[in-house]
């Protein structure tokens, strides 16, 4: 108490000063408010002050006289100084000194006279009274005190309770239940129950329990009954402890509390007259009941899902049933009463949403809300709330609405006005009702209009200041979206009003709101709550039934179905659906007929439905072999097509991912946007057209779309106009066409790592598909300032995008048209003319404008070099044209037109239709019918502007700086082959463009040159493509093959294009074409012998491919044969050739790789079925006996020997074309014309172009390669193995003499003798091998070959032959060069004597430039010269061998023996055709043949004997001098194999042994 310390000097000087400054303090501590702590300070004060007196520092009579004045401050001053006295009673009653005790009395006594006796009596000792003289006597007086004490705490009062007496609580009942409408107010009830319980005795909490009683009767007087309790009551708890007795009365087993209780809990709640912490303890059942309630709900939802998807057998579903009943029957027994809930429903209808929000939170999320009542408060509670606002903003135009009143409760939440005001407590409230907001579809709507105003305002609002307020109202909007109205849809019964509703808010959210909205739905929502988990399963069996049901014929009534379940859960009947389709394929069309009754938000649901299975990770797009895309991805895609073309969905989301799956480098999707795009644009693209498709293609639109596809989709403008805004909108046109350009080499060297090649081939097909379709599509839809605006220049896309230049300028073309067109129309407004040839300057004036900068910007594309042969002029004219620019399509035009007459006609005649429908369709029919003429004129001007336009520029086209070789090279290279396999229509362009530029008469373009090169070297351009490339490379070979057989088939008309065009030049100078005389030109005939020779590389390079046994090569010129079977085989013996070979594919195929099979039986048909329009060989190109034997061995015509002379005549081409025109007047004189055409025919047509080589160089290379290849063949002959070597010496010196006994039977046509065939053969094969590669090969050994084919044709008429024409017939020639290939073969280790006798024959410098002919008379003496010594040495050797027959005959047959059981074999195969295309790294003959080694064995021995025999048949023939006819032959065979098999028996066991 001693806090407050008086001053010391105060004390000293009381009188003087000390009293009065007291006096002051107590004054001020008196006016002090500080909430009770004055009375403390007051109290100090007197303390301090009565302390002093006791201790005897001041007298008593000061301070006494200073106390009285004081009591007039405060009322409660005599109080506080008696306090202050007690405490003074106690410290003093315990001191041992009796005059500080007696201070003490003595100052009580002082001041009886202002301190009430009362206060006094209450507060000190008795003692200290009694000294006092308060009271008598102490001991009396506590006595006293027990007895009062007593009676007050322990004597328990008679009340007037109910069963007693009546009356009062009747009086107090009637009081209570009066009219009210009066001027009576609670106060005045308060007194007269007061009256009644003093008058009573009336229990006062029994007359608190009939108020609250007559309160829950008369609940609507809320507001005198509530001011009555308030004034009435004295404690809460007293309270609570009534309310909770009421509520434990209900708490029975069958009893049920009245909502009129739970009204008045709340009211008093509401009003603070209790706690509901106080209430919530006396309420049932208790949280932990809830909980586990709410769990088990939860788990008999899962339970029902369950077995709604599993298959349940009859027995089962009748115990189940059974179960089901009993539980039923259990809950009827014992109906809940929540109790909680109740007082929360209370609460909500009266407002007080604070109350309410404890107890919710108290139990499982939307587990009170489950309870429909207490969904429907809250409802209305929200109602209410947002009222105010939803007038202001929500109400739609012309719609008027029922107005709400306002609630009278002061503590409900406040009604907003403002978006901003739904964050206080509307979302909340929406949030504590989640799903159970289907119970109120009027506040749903009302709730999802706001969001529509919200978000309009949100878009049109961009002040700074309130943005980010913006942002947190559109989450608090996307929140209310996931949780509470799409979970709302999925509980309400079909309701696609609301769907669509729905959807007016959700359009104006982008995509990725939407998407995540529909997978947090999809995904999780479902799971969270009892309700939704049932409902899951139950749409999961209606939709399972309903797609079981589903078929073509009842696609209405399965569509209405599939509308009903969709308008609640999109998701999961889609999810469904789905997954149906990618099992069963067949189901997508009636799916997608069926979804013609769903609602906008369905669609948008389903297209994020389809992206997600899309990208579902668990699934593999591959199947199992990994060669092909899974069917599953194959269906959606197709699905995605016919979807998004059919109804009105957003592409935006499915054309992002395929962009994203891209930019991974993932290309797998395309197939996607390759089905949308043909879907929905009709751009078709593949690569199987027929010629007419491929016809209209080149035209206009119009034409494209009547007869350039195979489906006629019709109606596709709305959809394709939604695909390019979708793709313009979200800026996705470009990025995807680089994407694609660039995967393109991606899906090979980054996507394609472990992947199968045929898989590899398969997607790159595809990207590549892709892009020219969907380059097509912008082509076609985009608008010029579109296309222009988003496409960057050709340097740009290629250098800073690295697009490949084919894809480059495949987005550039169209551009580049649009702009010249431009151009040009701006140049004829600007001066009016209507001249034709004013209008074609105007348009080359045009090109010119536009191209100029692409000239210059392609510069970048390629090395300087390059541009030395090839101006950019010509490169950019190349890439930048098209088929349409170059020819007109009149016949595809005529056809569509006549067509459409057709159509008019037939409905002309058809009299079901009806008039109005004839004349719609006849309208329609007509108007096409006038589009098409129009176009087609409008083509027609424009393909002239071209070509005119061409033919200016043609002359500065080409310089060749350095030879024509390397400018058709570069031709080919950055042009030619880039661009023919690009697509179908390039294809058909670039052998269009080759004849165009042939035609204009090009300086410097070597036309022959040209088509050699394109012909000569298939193989590795076959092998590098993939299978629709090699679609395109097949139909760019198709329409080559058809311009040359066009001049191949007539004089006339070869004379007429080609005669005198520089194209067919034959001296290639680099300066350019002089206007040459008539030598110059290849001449008719020996065109058609190039052109044979053509063939037969073709057929060479095939039989190459076929025997590879590599799938790519096989399947690949499979497809490309069957592409230009129309002109190709023409010459039977390479169609048997190619026939035998295909055959062969078929049998060994057949079980291993049946899409090769398939292949090779659908060419093999159609081959058979061209047979008839074969000719032979002889037919097809002149083949003259007396030119044949003029013309020498090492200048034969054919593919196996055209690139030596080249490269053997000529040093470079310009020294050697100066000699050229020395000598072409002696070869002129001296030889016929036929010949000298053969000539520069050879020399023109090399086997891979590169004529132009030099000739040091080309010998030198064939030089090492022969040698090479020679040399290990040796190393895998027996013969050249060291127990051989001395046998070999031996055998090579009778091969000599066996040579020349045989040397009369290789005149004519006449078979190469069996002891040297083995030499022949191996030699030929090292020719043949060269060719395959490229090289130059040896002329004269493949005339061997063709001679020795020749008499295999004549006995066998299945066998063909890979041979050039013109066979020679010179002995004297087939005599030398027999002997020079035995050295070749035998006795030269480097193998190069074949080389050096080439050269050696072309030593004369007029042969450097020209092939050199021999005179007719020169080449006759020679032949007799020959003629007389072969009979003189052949009459010679036979007498000899007559002698030496028996000595040396088991050594000879050893020999033959040996040589022909490699040469079997290799026969066998040549045969079929297989030995031109042999490679030169192949091992011998022997190696590659089929038969197991006993049957080889067995085989080589008969043929050994009958080759034996045979040969000296024909010695003694030769020797006789006599030329046999072919029949005379044939009858020898047949007496020779009957010798054979004979002298079969007697060599078998030394032939084994040999061997």
Same mark, same amino acid.
């Given at each position: 108490?001693?806090?407050?310390?008086?001053?010391?000097e105060?004390i000293?000087n009381?009188?003087?000063?000390?009293k009065?400054?007291?006096?002051q303090?107590?004054?001020?501590l008196?006016?002090k408010t500080?909430h009770g702590?004055?009375t403390k300070?007051i109290?100090?004060?007197l303390?301090?002050?009565?302390?002093?007196?006791v201790q005897?520092n001041l007298?008593i009579?000061l301070?006494?006289?200073v106390?009285g004045?004081m009591?007039?401050l405060r009322?409660?001053?005599?109080s506080i100084?008696?306090?202050?006295?007690?405490?003074?009673?106690l410290?003093?009653g315990?001191?041992?000194?009796?005059?500080?005790?007696?201070?003490?009395?003595?100052?009580?006594?002082?001041?009886?006279?202002f301190?009430?006796?009362a206060?006094?009596k209450e507060?000190?000792d008795?003692?200290?009274?009694?000294?006092l003289?308060?009271?008598?006597q102490?001991?009396?007086f506590?006595?006293?005190?027990v007895?009062i004490?007593t009676?007050?705490?322990y004597k328990?009062?008679?009340?007037n309770?109910?069963r007693e007496?009546?009356?009062?609580?009747a009086k107090?009942?009637?009081?209570?239940?009066?009219?009210l409408?009066?001027?009576?107010?609670s106060?005045?009830?308060?007194?007269?129950?007061?009256?009644?319980?003093?008058?009573?005795?009336?229990d006062?909490n029994r007359?608190?329990?009939i108020?609250?009683e007559v309160y829950?009767?008369?609940?609507?007087?809320d507001?005198f009954?509530?001011?009555l309790?308030?004034?009435y009551?004295?404690e809460p708890i007293?309270l609570c402890h009534?309310?909770g007795f009421k509520?434990k009365?209900y708490?029975e087993?069958?009893?049920?509390t009245p909502?009129?209780?739970?009204h008045i809990?709340?009211?008093?709640l509401?009003?603070?007259?209790?706690e509901?912490?106080?209430?919530y303890?006396?309420?049932?059942?208790v949280d932990?009941?809830?909980?586990?309630?709410?769990?088990?709900?939860?788990?008999?939802a899962?339970?029902i899902?369950?077995?709604?998807v599993?298959?349940?057998l009859?027995?089962e579903k009748s115990?189940?049933k059974?179960?089901e009943?009993e539980?039923?029957?259990?809950?009827?027994?014992?109906?809940?009463d929540?109790q909680?809930?109740?007082?929360l429903e209370?609460?909500?209808?009266?407002?007080d949403w604070?109350?309410a929000?404890?107890?919710?939170d108290q139990?499982?999320?939307?587990?009170?809300?489950?309870?429909k009542?207490?969904a429907?408060a809250l409802c209305q509670l929200?109602?209410?709330t947002m009222e105010?606002?939803?007038?202001?903003?929500g109400?739609p135009?012309g719609a008027?609405?029922?107005a709400?009143?306002?609630?009278?409760?002061k503590?409900?939440p406040?009604?907003?006005e403002?978006?901003e005001?739904l964050?206080k407590?509307t979302f909340s409230?929406?949030?504590?009702l989640?799903?159970?907001l289907?119970h109120?579809p009027i506040?749903?709507?009302?709730i999802v209009r706001l969001?529509?105003?919200?978000m309009?305002?949100?878009?049109t609002?961009?002040?700074p200041?309130?943005?980010?307020?913006?942002e947190i109202?559109?989450?608090c909007?996307?929140s209310i979206?996931d949780q509470?109205l799409?979970?709302?849809l999925?509980l309400?019964?079909c309701n696609?009003c609301?769907?669509?509703?729905?959807w007016?808010?959700?359009?104006?959210?982008?995509y990725q709101?939407?998407?995540?909205?529909?997978?947090q739905?999809k995904?999780?929502?479902y799971?969270?709550?009892?309700?939704?988990v049932?409902?899951?399963?139950?749409?999961v069996?209606?939709?399972?039934?309903?797609?079981k049901?589903?078929?073509?014929?009842?696609?209405k009534?399965?569509g209405r179905?599939?509308?009903?379940?969709s308008?609640s859960n999109?998701?999961i009947?889609f999810?469904y659906m789905?997954?149906?389709?990618?099992?069963?394929?067949?189901?997508?069309?009636p799916v997608?007929?069926s979804l013609?009754?769903l609602?906008s938000?369905?669609?948008d649901?389903?297209a994020y439905?389809?992206?997600?299975a899309l990208?579902?990770p668990?699934?593999?797009?591959?199947?199992h072999d990994?060669?092909?895309?899974s069917?599953w991805?194959?269906?959606l895609?197709?699905?995605c097509?016919?979807v998004f073309?059919?109804?009105?969905?957003?592409?935006?989301?499915l054309?992002?991912y395929?962009t994203n799956?891209?930019k991974?480098?993932k290309?797998?999707?395309?197939?996607?946007?390759?089905?949308?795009?043909q879907?929905?644009?009709?751009?078709e693209i593949t690569d199987e057209?027929t010629s007419?498709?491929?016809e209209?293609?080149?035209g206009?639109?119009q034409l494209?779309?009547?007869?350039?596809y195979f489906?006629q989709i019709?109606?596709?403008?709305k959809?394709?106009q939604?695909l390019?805004?979708a793709?313009?909108?979200h800026?996705?046109a470009?990025?995807?066409?680089l994407?694609m350009?660039?995967q393109r080499?991606g899906v090979?060297f980054?996507?394609?790592?472990e992947k199968?090649l045929?898989?590899?081939?398969?997607?790159?097909?595809?990207?590549?598909?892709?892009l020219?379709q969907f380059?097509?599509?912008l082509?076609?839809?985009?608008?010029?300032e579109?296309?222009?605006?988003?496409v960057p220049?050709i340097?740009?896309l290629c250098?800073q995008?690295?697009?490949p230049?084919d894809a480059a300028?495949f987005?550039?073309?169209p551009?580049?048209?649009?702009q010249?067109l431009?151009?040009?129309?701006?140049l004829k407004k600007?001066e009016?003319g209507?001249?034709?040839?004013q209008?074609?300057?105007k348009?080359?004036a045009a090109c010119e404008?536009?191209?100029?900068?692409?000239?210059?910007?392609?510069m970048?594309l390629?090395?300087?070099r390059v541009w030395d042969d090839?101006?950019?002029q010509?490169y950019?004219?190349?890439?930048s044209?098209?088929?349409?620019d170059?020819?007109?399509p009149?016949?595809?035009?005529?056809?569509e037109v006549?067509?459409l007459?057709?159509?008019?006609?037939a409905i002309e005649e058809?009299s079901e239709i009806?008039?109005?429908?004839?004349?719609?369709e006849?309208e329609?029919?007509t108007a096409?019918q006038?589009?098409?003429q129009?176009?087609?004129k409008k083509q027609?001007?424009h393909v002239?502007?071209?070509?005119?336009?061409?033919?200016l520029?043609?002359?500065s086209w080409?310089l060749?700086?350095?030879?024509?070789?390397?400018?058709?090279t570069?031709?080919?290279?950055?042009?030619?082959?880039?661009r023919?396999?690009?697509?179908s229509?390039d294809a058909?362009?670039c052998a269009r463009?080759?004849?165009?530029?042939?035609q204009q008469?090009?300086p410097?373009f070597?036309t022959?040159?040209?088509?050699?090169?394109?012909f000569s070297?298939?193989i590795?351009?076959?092998?590098?493509?993939t299978e629709?490339?090699?679609h395109r490379?097949g139909?760019f070979l198709?329409?080559?093959?058809?311009?040359v057989t066009r001049w191949h088939?007539n004089?006339a008309?070869?004379e007429?294009?080609c005669?005198n065009?520089p194209?067919?030049l034959?001296i290639?100078?680099?300066?350019g074409f002089?206007?040459?005389?008539k030598?110059?030109q290849?001449?008719?005939?020996n065109?058609r012998?190039?052109?044979?020779?053509?063939?037969?590389?073709?057929?060479k390079?095939?039989v190459?491919c076929?025997?590879t046994?590599?799938y790519?090569?096989?399947r690949?010129?499979?497809i490309?044969l069957?592409?230009i079977l129309p002109?190709?085989?023409?010459?039977?013996?390479?169609?048997?050739?190619?026939?035998a070979r295909?055959?062969?594919?078929?049998l060994e195929e057949k079980d291993?790789r049946?899409d090769?099979?398939?292949?090779?039986m659908?060419y093999?048909?159609?081959?058979?079925?061209?047979?008839?329009?074969m000719?032979p060989e002889?037919?097809?190109?002149?083949?003259?006996q007396p030119?044949?034997?003029a013309?020498?061995?090492?200048?034969q015509?054919?593919?196996g020997?055209?690139?030596k002379p080249a490269a053997?005549?000529?040093?470079?081409?310009e020294?050697?074309?100066?000699?050229?025109?020395r000598v072409?007047?002696?070869s002129?004189?001296t030889t016929?014309?036929v010949n000298?055409?053969?000539?520069?025919a050879?020399?023109v047509?090399?086997s891979?172009?590169?004529g132009a080589?030099n000739s040091t160089k080309a010998?030198k290379?064939?030089k090492?390669k022969s040698?090479k290849e020679?040399?290990?063949?040796k190393?895998?002959t027996?013969?050249?193995t060291?127990e051989?070597?001395?046998e070999?010496?031996r055998?090579?010196q009778?091969?000599e003499r066996?040579?020349?006994e045989?040397r009369?039977?290789?005149?004519?046509?006449?078979?190469t003798p069996?002891?040297?065939?083995k030499?022949?053969?191996?030699?030929?094969?090292?020719d043949?091998?060269?060719a395959?590669?490229?090289e130059p090969v040896?002329?004269?050994?493949?005339?061997?070959?063709e001679?020795?084919?020749k008499e295999?044709?004549?006995?066998n008429?299945?066998?063909?032959?890979?041979?050039?024409?013109?066979?020679r017939?010179?002995s004297?020639?087939?005599?030398?060069?027999h002997k020079?290939?035995?050295l070749d073969?035998?006795?030269?280790?480097?193998h190069?004597?074949?080389v050096?006798d080439?050269s050696n024959?072309?030593?004369d410098?007029?042969?450097?430039?020209h092939i050199?002919f021999?005179?007719v008379?020169?080449s006759?003496?020679?032949?007799r010269?020959? &003629? !007389?010594?072969? *009979?003189?040495?052949?009459?010679?050797r /036979? @007498? %000899? =061998?007559? #002698?030496e027959?028996e000595?040396?005959?088991r050594k000879r047959d050893h020999a033959?023996?040996?040589?022909?059981a490699?040469?079997e074999s290799?026969?066998?195969?040549?045969?079929?055709?297989t030995n031109?295309?042999?490679n030169s790294?192949?091992?011998s003959?022997?190696?590659d043949s089929p038969?197991?080694? &006993? !049957?080889?064995? *067995?085989?080589?021995?008969?043929s050994? /004997? @009958? %080759? =034996?025999? #045979?040969?000296?048949?024909?010695?003694?023939a030769?020797?006789?001098?006599?030329?046999e006819s072919?029949?005379?032959?044939?009858?020898?065979?047949?007496k020779r194999?009957?010798?054979?098999g004979?002298?079969?028996?007697?060599h078998h066991?030394?032939s084994?042994?040999?061997?």
């Amino acid at each position: 108490m001693a806090t407050l310390i008086l001053p010391g000097e105060w004390i000293k000087n009381w009188e003087k000063s000390g009293k009065h400054e007291f006096v002051q303090l107590c004054k001020e501590l008196t006016e002090k408010t500080d909430h009770g702590n004055e009375t403390k300070d007051i109290q100090a004060a007197l303390y301090e002050v009565c302390s002093q007196v006791v201790q005897g520092n001041l007298k008593i009579d000061l301070v006494s006289a200073v106390l009285g004045e004081m009591m007039e401050l405060r009322d409660d001053l005599p109080s506080i100084l008696a306090d202050v006295f007690c405490i003074l009673d106690l410290e003093t009653g315990a001191l041992e000194e009796k005059n500080k005790r007696d201070h003490y009395t003595h100052l009580v006594g002082a001041c009886l006279s202002f301190v009430p006796e009362a206060i006094l009596k209450e507060r000190l000792d008795p003692e200290t009274l009694e000294s006092l003289g308060l009271i008598k006597q102490a001991h009396q007086f506590n006595q006293k005190i027990v007895k009062i004490k007593t009676k007050l705490f322990y004597k328990q009062q008679k009340f007037n309770l109910l069963r007693e007496e009546n009356e009062g609580y009747a009086k107090l009942i009637t009081e209570l239940g009066q009219d009210l409408s009066g001027n009576i107010t609670s106060n005045l009830v308060l007194e007269s129950i007061k009256s009644l319980i003093g008058c009573f005795n009336l229990d006062p909490n029994r007359v608190l329990d009939i108020i609250l009683e007559v309160y829950e009767s008369r609940s609507e007087q809320d507001e005198f009954f509530l001011s009555l309790i308030k004034s009435y009551m004295c404690e809460p708890i007293t309270l609570c402890h009534i309310l909770g007795f009421k509520f434990k009365f209900y708490q029975e087993p069958n009893e049920e509390t009245p909502k009129s209780l739970y009204h008045i809990a709340a009211a008093l709640l509401n009003h603070k007259l209790i706690e509901l912490e106080d209430l919530y303890v006396h309420l049932m059942p208790v949280d932990a009941t809830i909980v586990e309630e709410h769990k088990r709900e939860i788990s008999e939802a899962k339970q029902i899902a369950r077995k709604l998807v599993t298959v349940v057998l009859p027995s089962e579903k009748s115990e189940d049933k059974e179960k089901e009943k009993e539980k039923e029957e259990e809950k009827n027994e014992k109906p809940p009463d929540n109790q909680k809930l109740g007082l929360l429903e209370a609460l909500l209808r009266i407002g007080d949403w604070h109350h309410a929000q404890s107890i919710m939170d108290q139990m499982p999320s939307f587990y009170a809300t489950s309870h429909k009542a207490i969904a429907l408060a809250l409802c209305q509670l929200v109602h209410l709330t947002m009222e105010p606002l939803y007038r202001r903003a929500g109400v739609p135009k012309g719609a008027k609405g029922c107005a709400l009143q306002p609630l009278q409760n002061k503590r409900a939440p406040q009604p907003t006005e403002s978006f901003e005001d739904l964050r206080k407590n509307t979302f909340s409230m929406l949030c504590y009702l989640g799903p159970h907001l289907s119970h109120d579809p009027i506040l749903f709507a009302k709730i999802v209009r706001l969001g529509k105003s919200f978000m309009k305002e949100y878009q049109t609002d961009s002040r700074p200041e309130v943005k980010d307020k913006m942002e947190i109202l559109l989450s608090c909007f996307l929140s209310i979206a996931d949780q509470v109205l799409l979970p709302s849809l999925s509980l309400m019964e079909c309701n696609a009003c609301m769907s669509e509703e729905l959807w007016g808010l959700f359009k104006l959210f982008p995509y990725q709101h939407r998407y995540r909205l529909y997978g947090q739905w999809k995904n999780e929502t479902y799971s969270g709550h009892p309700l939704l988990v049932k409902v899951k399963a139950q749409t999961v069996e209606r939709a399972r039934y309903i797609m079981k049901r589903l078929t073509k014929e009842n696609i209405k009534q399965s569509g209405r179905q599939i509308g009903k379940l969709s308008h609640s859960n999109p998701t999961i009947l889609f999810d469904y659906m789905l997954s149906q389709i990618q099992w069963y394929d067949n189901l997508i069309v009636p799916v997608v007929d069926s979804l013609k009754y769903l609602t906008s938000l369905n669609y948008d649901v389903l297209a994020y439905c389809i992206i997600e299975a899309l990208a579902n990770p668990e699934k593999e797009k591959m199947k199992h072999d990994d060669t092909t895309l899974s069917l599953w991805l194959q269906s959606l895609a197709s699905l995605c097509g016919a979807v998004f073309r059919k109804y009105p969905i957003e592409l935006a989301g499915l054309l992002q991912y395929v962009t994203n799956q891209l930019k991974a480098g993932k290309s797998f999707d395309l197939l996607i946007l390759k089905e949308v795009v043909q879907k929905m644009a009709g751009i078709e693209i593949t690569d199987e057209m027929t010629s007419e498709q491929l016809e209209a293609m080149t035209g206009g639109e119009q034409l494209k779309a009547e007869g350039g596809y195979f489906g006629q989709i019709r109606n596709t403008k709305k959809s394709s106009q939604r695909l390019k805004d979708a793709l313009l909108d979200h800026e996705l046109a470009l990025p995807l066409c680089l994407l694609m350009a660039q995967q393109r080499n991606g899906v090979v060297f980054l996507e394609g790592g472990e992947k199968h090649l045929k898989l590899v081939g398969h997607l790159y097909d595809q990207c590549h598909d892709t892009l020219v379709q969907f380059g097509g599509f912008l082509a076609s839809n985009l608008s010029t300032e579109d296309y222009i605006k988003r496409v960057p220049s050709i340097d740009v896309l290629c250098n800073q995008f690295h697009t490949p230049h084919d894809a480059a300028f495949f987005l550039s073309r169209p551009m580049y048209a649009h702009q010249i067109l431009s151009k040009y129309e701006e140049l004829k407004k600007a001066e009016k003319g209507n001249r034709q040839q004013q209008k074609v300057t105007k348009y080359v004036a045009a090109c010119e404008q536009v191209m100029t900068p692409v000239h210059e910007a392609v510069m970048s594309l390629h090395p300087a070099r390059v541009w030395d042969d090839l101006r950019p002029q010509f490169y950019a004219t190349f890439w930048s044209l098209t088929m349409y620019d170059l020819a007109v399509p009149h016949a595809a035009y005529e056809r569509e037109v006549n067509k459409l007459k057709a159509q008019i006609k037939a409905i002309e005649e058809n009299s079901e239709i009806p008039l109005n429908k004839k004349k719609k369709e006849k309208e329609r029919c007509t108007a096409l019918q006038e589009k098409l003429q129009e176009e087609e004129k409008k083509q027609m001007e424009h393909v002239q502007r071209v070509l005119h336009r061409l033919k200016l520029e043609k002359d500065s086209w080409l310089l060749t700086k350095s030879t024509k070789n390397e400018t058709i090279t570069k031709f080919l290279q950055l042009c030619l082959f880039p661009r023919c396999i690009f697509s179908s229509i390039d294809a058909v362009y670039c052998a269009r463009f080759v004849e165009l530029v042939h035609q204009q008469k090009t300086p410097n373009f070597c036309t022959l040159l040209c088509y050699d090169r394109v012909f000569s070297a298939i193989i590795y351009t076959v092998a590098s493509c993939t299978e629709n490339e090699s679609h395109r490379y097949g139909r760019f070979l198709c329409c080559m093959l058809e311009t040359v057989t066009r001049w191949h088939s007539n004089r006339a008309v070869y004379e007429k294009e080609c005669a005198n065009y520089p194209g067919f030049l034959t001296i290639f100078r680099a300066t350019g074409f002089d206007g040459g005389n008539k030598a110059d030109q290849l001449d008719y005939e020996n065109f058609r012998h190039v052109v044979h020779k053509w063939h037969y590389m073709l057929t060479k390079a095939s039989v190459h491919c076929l025997e590879t046994g590599d799938y790519t090569h096989i399947r690949n010129i499979l497809i490309v044969l069957t592409k230009i079977l129309p002109c190709y085989p023409k010459v039977l013996n390479l169609g048997q050739a190619l026939e035998a070979r295909v055959h062969k594919i078929c049998l060994e195929e057949k079980d291993k790789r049946p899409d090769l099979y398939a292949l090779a039986m659908g060419y093999s048909g159609r081959l058979k079925s061209q047979k008839v329009h074969m000719v032979p060989e002889n037919e097809f190109h002149h083949k003259d006996q007396p030119a044949r034997s003029a013309t020498p061995a090492s200048q034969q015509n054919g593919p196996g020997s055209a690139g030596k002379p080249a490269a053997n005549t000529s040093k470079t081409e310009e020294g050697g074309f100066e000699d050229g025109d020395r000598v072409k007047d002696k070869s002129q004189g001296t030889t016929k014309p036929v010949n000298k055409a053969n000539s520069t025919a050879a020399k023109v047509t090399t086997s891979n172009g590169n004529g132009a080589l030099n000739s040091t160089k080309a010998v030198k290379d064939d030089k090492e390669k022969s040698g090479k290849e020679k040399k290990e063949k040796k190393e895998k002959t027996p013969g050249s193995t060291p127990e051989t070597k001395a046998e070999n010496r031996r055998e090579k010196q009778r091969d000599e003499r066996a040579g020349k006994e045989e040397r009369l039977l290789r005149e004519g046509k006449e078979k190469t003798p069996k002891a040297d065939r083995k030499l022949d053969e191996k030699s030929g094969k090292d020719d043949k091998a060269k060719a395959g590669n490229g090289e130059p090969v040896e002329p004269a050994r493949d005339a061997v070959k063709e001679s020795k084919n020749k008499e295999k044709g004549d006995r066998n008429a299945a066998i063909a032959t890979l041979k050039s024409p013109n066979p020679r017939s010179d002995s004297a020639e087939s005599e030398r060069d027999h002997k020079r290939r035995k050295l070749d073969s035998h006795s030269s280790p480097s193998h190069s004597s074949s080389v050096k006798d080439s050269s050696n024959e072309l030593k004369d410098p007029a042969t450097k430039q020209h092939i050199n002919f021999n005179s007719v008379a020169r080449s006759k003496s020679r032949e007799r010269e020959v &003629e !007389k010594k072969d *009979t003189e040495s052949v009459q010679g050797r /036979s @007498k %000899e =061998k007559k #002698e030496e027959k028996e000595r040396k005959e088991r050594k000879r047959d050893h020999a033959v023996n040996d040589r022909e059981a490699s040469q079997e074999s290799k026969r066998r195969k040549d045969e079929n055709g297989t030995n031109s295309s042999k490679n030169s790294q192949s091992t011998s003959p022997s190696c590659d043949s089929p038969l197991t080694p &006993e !049957k080889e064995k *067995t085989k080589r021995s008969k043929s050994s /004997s @009958k %080759e =034996k025999a #045979e040969s000296v048949k024909a010695e003694r023939a030769s020797s006789g001098g006599k030329k046999e006819s072919r029949h005379e032959k044939s009858e020898k065979k047949e007496k020779r194999d009957s010798a054979g098999g004979k002298e079969e028996k007697k060599h078998h066991k030394s032939s084994d042994k040999h061997r």
